[in-house]
């Protein structure tokens, strides 16, 4: 299993994942993406700048899921509330929502509850950086970067982007207690 991805690697995702939106959507049409805080917001950055290189016409927004996630009431005191920017209409309109890594699928789960406060999209479509497999609810994404498949459930896969962090990485390691 590899356990390390350098910045070539995390290159060569985010090209694959330009590569199969644009091949699924039209061009011509406005297309919405939201950013999941914190690393799908910059993903949604890098996927925009390159899909407008491809004359594409995009709106943006950043979505916070903190409030509607499961986990919510372990988190307590500590939950770190940060602001959600939608300030477009996605009403009637095709949505592609971004995160970096889909494990169980809470994460998506919890943002398609957020989601559908701002309005109905005609359609939302999931694209991810990395999708580790090992899902708790029926979710799949639609766009995949990497696809990491035997991890074990006690692995955590961490994403690090330049912008965030410095870098561009992916690595498997084992969860600190």
């Given at each position: ?5 350098d910045?070539a ?56 899921i ?107 390691e084992?969860?600190?207690?």
């Amino acid at each position: 299993m590899r356990t390390s991805f350098d910045a070539a690697d995390v290159q060569q995702a985010v090209e694959r994942l330009v590569g199969q939106v644009s091949a699924a959507f039209p061009s011509d049409q406005p297309l919405c993406i939201i950013g999941i805080r914190t690393r799908g917001e910059t993903l949604a950055q890098r996927l925009t700048q390159q899909l407008r290189q491809k004359g594409f016409t995009i709106e943006r927004g950043v979505l916070d899921i903190t409030l509607y996630r499961d986990d919510l009431s372990q988190a307590g005191a500590g939950a770190v509330v940060r602001p959600t920017d939608i300030a477009i209409d996605i009403q009637g309109k095709a949505v592609l929502l971004v995160d970096d890594v889909l494990f169980t699928g809470r994460s998506t789960r919890a943002a398609l509850d957020a989601l559908v406060d701002f309005g109905r999209p005609r359609l939302i479509r999931l694209a991810v950086l990395v999708d580790r497999g090992g899902r708790e609810l029926p979710i799949q994404a639609d766009f995949v970067g990497l696809a990491l498949r035997d991890i074990p459930v006690d692995h955590r896969v961490n994403v690090r982007l330049l912008e965030d962090d410095g870098q561009d990485q992916i690595t498997v390691e084992p969860r600190r207690p």
